[in-house]
Every structure is written in C-alpha cells, then in structure tokens.
C-alpha cells in the first residue's frame, strides 16, 4: 500500500481544507477524529474513506475497504486536537428530516464548539431530534463531533432565523427559556407537549430581539452563590426535566 508522505500533497491538502466552514459547507464533508468516533460513523454508513497512520494501521490493519495510509507526522495537518491518535474519517454530512415534530430545541448564538456537542448529544439522550441554530459555531467541526459523540449525524440540524421563528410561534408552538428570573424549574410538573426550548449564548444568554417572543421562562435554583452555569449543564438539567414532566397530549 502507497504511504503519503509529503505535507505537498494535493489531496491531503484537500482533506485538510474540509476543517474550513466554508469548503466542508461546499463539499457536504466534513473530517471527524479519533478511533471512536471513526467507528460511530462507519456504523451510521457515512463515510467516505478513512485515513490512518502508518504506526495505527500496522497496529490496527484495514478498517476499511477505501483507507488512505499517510506518515505519522502527517497527522497534525490534518487534526485539529492537540493530541490525535492517528485515526481520521472523511464522512459525508446527512440530511435527516423529521415529520411532525413535537419538541425542538433552539441554540441562540451558541459559540462554544464543546458545549454545542455536549447539549447535542444530551439532546438526542432525551428525545429532541430536531434542533434549530440561529448564528451558531458550525456543527460539523471535529470538537462539535467529538463532544457529541457523532450523534451530531443523528439529529436533524436546521438554520434558522426570526422569520422561521415567529413562523413556528404561528403553527402553535410553546417558546420557553431558561433565565434567571424565571420560574423554578423543578416546580413545573406540566410542560406542554408541543414547544421549543431555546438555550442561549454562554455570556449574553436569549437574543434581546426574541425575548418577547418567549411564553414561558424557567431558572434552575442554586446554591452558595453560584450564580449561574455551563450552557450544556443548564442544557441538560432543562431537558431532563421536560422528559420527565410533559404532558402526554
């Protein structure tokens, strides 16, 4: 098997270029990392072809039928971690669409790579498949696939706006938030069954221009003086308890 091993080469320069929005958005590619991940996406039938070290495939052998071998110091070309192990999957990005969805949840300006793969990967833990970005980090960058485990590939991803917004209020969805003033969210026992829950940006929180939009706002109590938490914490903490609490109609 022919090893890569110059940095100039075009298509390892090609590969590397899919770690940019732009040409993975052009390309509808996208370069995931790690063992791990590689193999949740060959599960899912996503990939394209898969690229390994020379050290990882003497140890590992073919993993499969379409591999590229490249040198070991070839590997930060392509990684964007500050340790790799070797292991990289060019997949194609799926475009799910779900019918008649009853939750949603909304990230509002969320910029944070790691923290949009955690709530993702919650997400889907406990039911939400279809989740809406207004002005949003990329989900299709190595940390946002690392962090939600590939379960990124699960979920159906939609861009949206203020107009998709006020036309989703119109269809009769129920806007709630997380906020500080809101009400204490473990004494709700009764969210409604159709809504969508909107996390905000980890400094600014919900977008001043769809606060008004909002029919209900939720706070989490803490203690010791701890005023406020991780996005993806808050997040999961949020949708735990809407799973537990929903109405069934």
Not at 85 to 104: E, L, R, W
Not at 178 to 196: R, S, V, W
Request: net charge positive; hydrophobic share 35%; proline share 3%.
């Amino acid at each position: 098997m022919k090893i890569i091993t110059s940095s100039q080469n075009e298509w390892l320069k090609s590969v590397a270029k899919l770690n940019q929005k732009s040409y993975s958005k052009e390309k509808d590619l996208c370069l995931v990392e790690t063992y791990k991940i590689v193999k949740e996406c060959l599960g899912k039938n996503i990939v394209q072809y898969v690229i390994m070290t020379q050290s990882q495939y003497q140890k590992l052998g073919l993993l499969y039928p379409k591999t590229y071998v490249i040198q070991d110091n070839l590997a930060t070309k392509l990684s964007q971690t500050t340790t790799t192990d070797g292991i990289f999957a060019v997949v194609s990005i799926p475009h799910k669409k779900m019918k008649d969805v009853d939750n949603i949840l909304v990230l509002d300006h969320l910029q944070d790579p790691s923290n949009m793969g955690a709530i993702i990967r919650t997400a889907y833990a406990c039911d939400y498949k279809t989740i809406y970005l207004w002005n949003c980090v990329y989900p299709y960058t190595t940390k946002v696939v690392r962090s939600s485990m590939g379960y990124v590939f699960d979920i159906e991803i939609v861009q949206c706006d203020k107009p998709m917004l006020e036309n989703m209020k119109r269809k009769g969805y129920h806007f709630l938030c997380a906020d500080m003033q809101g009400e204490d969210i473990f004494a709700i026992n009764n969210f409604p069954k159709k809504h969508m829950l909107f996390i905000g940006n980890e400094g600014h929180g919900i977008s001043h221009e769809i606060q008004n939009m909002m029919d209900s706002t939720v706070s989490i109590p803490m203690c010791n003086g701890v005023e406020s938490l991780n996005a993806s914490v808050s997040a999961g903490i949020i949708m735990y308890q809407i799973k537990t609490n929903v109405r069934r109609v």
